[in-house]
């Protein structure tokens, strides 16, 4: 489908109409193609309007699978379950093996992203299978690429080295560029984590040239800010805030809301690293309306954390605490991991200020 606005515009009035008109055949072939325009654009909250209303039509697989999507990417992964394991039912009931294992794909980074990464592998381990079995070699390395994220996530660095050395070859061979530059970033990104800086580099660089030759400007913007990354481990904050510049426009030219969100983040960090906390609020500040905008309350909460942090290094106790109290409503709505690591940062803050004022600091967030 073309992504020019006016398009979408006819196209989201088409959808409306058939859904006043009670057309399910037509409001979901139109929410599908919708869907997976605004799904490349992090247009989360219109994505789960669509799915819902096509919804009150009836059961549907592949509206439930976009809900998801939407559910998830914007730090809601208990709904998010919910719809894909509805949808995944309804797949293996009319035997779509493809679907099925997409959707067990999706199950699987639900829970990698609440950090549960044996349930993450044990979907992923499902969907390999499956992917082969239908001779799906594209999806068979996505899901190589996903379980070997599981692994990087448990610690397990080889073995997520591993997979991403089986998935890269198929990328290749089914031409898969983008997947190829995503699974070079992936390897780069395990070398970084090894401390093996340069050849961190070196495969960062090699997703970078060929995200640039094939035109793929979103993979082009995070192999830039995974540059960054390497270079804030090594300490150069000046020439990781280079390559975070240089993907901040990019981001904003794609129309990714989230990821332009997390550079104004990184930004954030090297200038806050620097000592320059005004210039790490600024961004930090401009960085949070997109966070709210797209729905990504996890990534709303890092943010303020970090403002926290610099309004704690400012001496504004006042307002470090007042962040960090949205900080860990943000955490027990998402079921966040760091909710007790958070909350016991909240209380450290409340005590120091009741001992800076002389009083018993208030009990509860």
Not at 26 to 43: K, Q
């Amino acid at each position: 489908m073309a992504t020019d606005p006016r398009t979408i515009a006819l196209w989201v009035e088409v959808h409306r109409l058939a859904v006043a008109g009670q057309q399910p055949e037509i409001a979901r072939d139109v929410a599908g193609r919708v869907c997976r325009v605004w799904l490349r654009t992090s247009r989360f909250g219109a994505v789960e309007s669509m799915a819902t209303a096509t919804l009150t039509l009836g059961p549907d697989a592949d509206a439930l699978y976009d809900r998801g999507q939407a559910r998830s990417s914007t730090g809601r992964p208990g709904p998010a379950l919910e719809d894909y394991q509805q949808a995944l039912t309804m797949y293996q009931q009319v035997g779509h093996q493809g679907n099925e294992a997409a959707t067990l794909t999706s199950i699987g980074l639900v829970y990698d992203e609440l950090g549960d990464r044996v349930r993450a592998l044990d979907n992923y381990r499902l969907a390999l299978p499956i992917t082969r079995e239908v001779s799906d070699r594209a999806v068979e390395a996505a899901t190589l690429n996903n379980i070997g994220k599981a692994y990087d996530g448990l610690g397990d660095l080889h073995r997520a080295l591993d997979h991403y050395h089986q998935a890269l070859p198929i990328t290749r061979e089914v031409g898969d560029r983008a997947g190829e530059a995503a699974t070079l970033s992936n390897i780069g990104n395990v070398y970084n984590g090894l401390g093996d800086l340069q050849r961190a580099l070196e495969h960062h660089r090699l997703a970078l040239l060929l995200a640039r030759k094939v035109g793929i400007r979103a993979g082009e913007a995070i192999a830039l800010a995974n540059i960054g990354s390497v270079y804030g481990s090594l300490g150069d904050r000046l020439r990781a805030l280079d390559h975070y510049h240089q993907a901040l426009p990019i981001t904003r030219e794609v129309g990714d809301r989230a990821v332009e969100a997390i550079t104004l983040n990184n930004i954030g960090q090297m200038y806050q690293g620097l000592g320059d906390l005004q210039r790490a609020l600024d961004h930090y500040h401009q960085a949070l309306p997109l966070t709210r905008e797209v729905g990504d309350r996890v990534g709303e909460a890092v943010t303020r954390y970090s403002i926290a942090m610099v309004h704690w290094a400012n001496g504004d106790l006042d307002q470090a605490i007042h962040e960090l109290v949205r900080v860990v409503d943000l955490d027990r709505q998402v079921e966040h991991p760091d909710l007790e690591a958070d909350t016991a940062v909240l209380e450290q803050l409340r005590r120091q200020r009741a001992e800076e004022h002389g009083a018993d600091p208030p009990a509860g967030p």
